[in-house]
């Protein structure tokens, strides 16, 4: 083999190495992120990224509304609400 074969070899090698560790997770990540807000509905309790709380009063298209007091409401992007906040706040009240 010269070299310029085993170069190529350990290029592909390190690609496939960078595929399976780095990008492959997030991907996975991210379908799990879209499913979840493609999954939100009226009654349920979430946690925006920026850590505000609150509860779904409204679903529309590309935004809902959340109730985060007796009487305040706030309308946020989908895009806003955080799976991963979601979880470890609920997930963890539940145990």
Do not use: C
């Not at 170069?7 to 960078?18: D, M, P, S, V, Y």
Request: zero cysteines.
């Amino acid at each position: 083999m010269d070299s310029g074969m085993i170069n190529l070899l350990f290029l592909g090698l390190f690609l496939a190495i960078f595929y399976l560790f780095f990008m492959r997770p997030n991907i996975r990540k991210q379908k799990a992120q879209d499913q979840f807000i493609k999954d939100l509905s009226k009654g349920d309790q979430v946690v925006t990224s920026s850590g505000i709380i609150g509860k779904i009063t409204k679903v529309e298209d590309n935004s809902i509304e959340l109730q985060v007091d007796n009487k305040s409401f706030i309308k946020v992007l989908k895009s806003a609400v955080s799976r991963e906040n979601t979880e470890a706040i609920f997930s963890s009240k539940d145990d």
